[in-house]
């Protein structure tokens, strides 16, 4: 029977192969999912509308914010990964293909699929905070960690809801523009701006607390302490004290 140190060596293959593995996997979809966006925008840009072009905006910004969240967490955190980690970065190139699929189809599509990208928000929180306490050493780096995640668990569950009605609310008056009630053309032509805003602010916060978050770990990583709080870390739900 072997003594346990001499198992280190397997351990640290298996978890340092994660970080390079993981993010050259996500590298590859993500390379999937912008030629796919770019296909969708090339085949037809002359007829898009200016919602259209908003999606595109949004989709290109989702390609962004998952990259970005992804890549911060695999940089900080290192555990033996399992099947769930395998499916992951399918499951969100999945969700980024249809995206960009979804911007011809039509705004309801588009924001069902929002739907879907909320709820795998709420599934990462699960599983990478279910993770990340099982192998963290860092006192200090898990705080901020549960307070970001906590904050995201939040905004997933908002935006299931959210993205929910405005899809119901788009399908309901897709035929706004050809109604003979005033009100109802009315509320057609303004909802999906009022869609394209909300889904902007909702990303946008994504973005801006991912992007807070990592300065934060790398100022804690440089000095042995956190940043100054500021009203913007407070606002966007990621408290630094």
Do not use: C
């Amino acid at each position: 029977m072997k003594a346990p140190g001499e198992h280190e060596p397997l351990l640290s293959r298996i978890t340092g192969s994660f970080t390079p593995i993981y993010l050259t996997i996500l590298s590859l979809v993500q390379a999937v999912a912008l030629a796919e966006l770019a296909r969708v925008v090339a085949d037809g840009y002359l007829h898009f509308t200016l919602v259209e072009w908003a999606l595109v905006l949004l989709t290109f910004l989702i390609l962004i914010i998952i990259w970005n969240h992804v890549t911060t967490d695999a940089m900080t955190w290192v555990w033996i990964p399992d099947m769930r980690d395998s499916v992951i970065p399918f499951l969100l190139g999945a969700f980024e293909l249809y995206q960009a699929h979804a911007i011809v189809a039509g705004l309801g599509p588009w924001l069902f699929g929002m739907v879907a990208g909320a709820t795998l928000a709420v599934l990462e929180f699960f599983h990478v905070g279910r993770q990340v306490r099982l192998e963290a050493d860092d006192a200090e780096a898990l705080r901020l960690f549960r307070s970001r995640s906590w904050s995201d668990l939040l905004q997933g569950v908002a935006g299931i809801g959210l993205f929910f009605v405005l899809g119901v609310a788009s399908v309901a008056t897709g035929d706004a523009g050809t109604a003979d009630q005033p009100l109802l053309r009315a509320v057609g032509a303004a909802l999906p701006w009022v869609a394209v805003l909300f889904t902007g602010l909702w990303l946008g916060a994504y973005l801006l607390r991912t992007t807070l978050y990592w300065r934060a770990l790398v100022v804690l990583a440089r000095s042995g302490r956190l940043p100054a709080e500021t009203p913007l870390s407070r606002l966007i739900g990621l408290p630094l004290r």
